[in-house]
């Protein structure tokens, strides 16, 4: 018999909270008792969770005792504040934010890619990682595992989802104000330095988080780095472009790797169609190729549009398309858990 549960979501509200709460009762995750917490202002509320209601409970130290696993998607300074406290009365945490991401001591986890990591926990927590860095390393996972891995140059296409539920509505908004031929409406996504900010609807906007001091934005900062500790390739050169579309769901990503060992086609495409939570959408013939009208809502990652570079025998170019919401955070954040529970490590 499946080991049942204490569970605790913080973030329930939020769009990668909601859908953690779907996979959950989706791939039947064993529950004995499950709270959801929230800041004292929504506390008191009620959220409906698999055919009953639940009232809402302030997140606070104390309300983590008897938890057995949290489920953080709450922002980075909730994280920071709780995660510590939950994991100190004994619950393993799952943070979704950024927080703690490099943190030496925290694990950084893709299942398919590093599961190994899951075995030490110093603190108790448990990082999942940026929702383009997710995709990308699972696609190129199977590859390295073959032919090694020396480069990776990334441009990705972000949906607006990706900052939350405000810039899926106001997609939306503008998109309809477009159409109406009224002024278009900005106030989620970037901004010029005169508080103007850039509208997402028939625009593409080059900017994903702030600016760095070496002139990379910071969600660019996270896909290097990150790919680094995943993979646990710390000299492996890795750059990144991060732009947001205006998409409601799924992220795509065009990725050039370069590997140690020369590969054919043949060979590239035979490892993805075998690989766990990969599909291989790629026929020039019938014109398939992963979009990401046909990822939103779907588990895995789709990769396509794989061609060897022309001047580089080792050097390869793919397409890489997944639900940033579900693979890129709330399904892989599920995925830990079971991983842990599968073994035995909860």
Not at 42 to 53: D, H, L, P, R, V
Not at 106 to 119: I, S
Not at 192 to 221: C, L, S, W
Not at 232 to 239: G, I, N, S
Request: glycine share 6%; charged share 25%.
């Amino acid at each position: 018999m499946t080991k049942q549960l204490n569970v605790a979501v913080v973030g329930a509200t939020g769009a990668v909270g909601s859908k953690m709460m779907e996979q959950l009762i989706k791939r039947n995750f064993p529950i004995k008792n499950i709270k959801f917490l929230a800041s004292a202002r929504s506390a008191g509320k009620t959220i409906e969770f698999n055919g009953s209601t639940y009232t809402i409970e302030e997140a606070k130290p104390e309300a983590f005792e008897g938890v057995d696993v949290a489920l953080f998607s709450a922002g980075g300074s909730v994280s920071a504040a709780l995660a510590p406290e939950a994991a100190k009365r004994g619950a393993v945490v799952i943070d979704n934010t950024s927080h703690f991401r490099m943190d030496p001591e925290v694990p950084l986890v893709v299942p398919e890619v590093n599961r190994h990591a899951l075995k030490e926990l110093p603190k108790g927590i448990i990082a999942n990682p940026n929702c383009s860095t997710i995709q990308m390393v699972a696609a190129l996972q199977p590859i390295r595992e073959k032919f090694g891995l020396t480069k990776v140059i990334v441009s990705t296409y972000q949906a607006v989802s990706g900052s939350g539920i405000a810039a899926i509505d106001e997609l939306k908004d503008q998109s309809a104000q477009w159409e109406a031929g009224k002024n278009v409406e900005a106030s989620v996504l970037p901004c010029k330095a005169d508080n103007k900010h850039y509208p997402i609807a028939r625009n593409v906007i080059p900017q994903i988080d702030k600016f760095t001091d070496n002139g990379f934005t910071y969600e660019e900062m996270k896909m290097i780095n990150e790919t680094k500790k995943i993979m646990e390739l710390p000299e492996l050169k890795v750059a990144a472009t991060c732009v947001r579309v205006p998409v409601v769901s799924g992220h795509s990503e065009s990725v050039y790797i370069e590997l140690e060992k020369e590969a054919t086609l043949q060979e590239i495409f035979a490892l993805l169609k075998e690989a766990p939570g990969i599909v291989l959408q790629d026929d020039i013939a019938t014109q398939e190729y992963p979009m990401p009208i046909f990822a939103e809502g779907e588990e895995p990652t789709f990769v396509g549009r794989i061609r060897q570079d022309l001047d580089n025998k080792k050097g390869f170019h793919l397409w890489i398309v997944a639900d940033n919401l579900l693979k890129g955070a709330a399904l892989n954040s599920i995925q830990i858990a079971e991983a842990m529970l599968e073994d035995n490590l909860l």
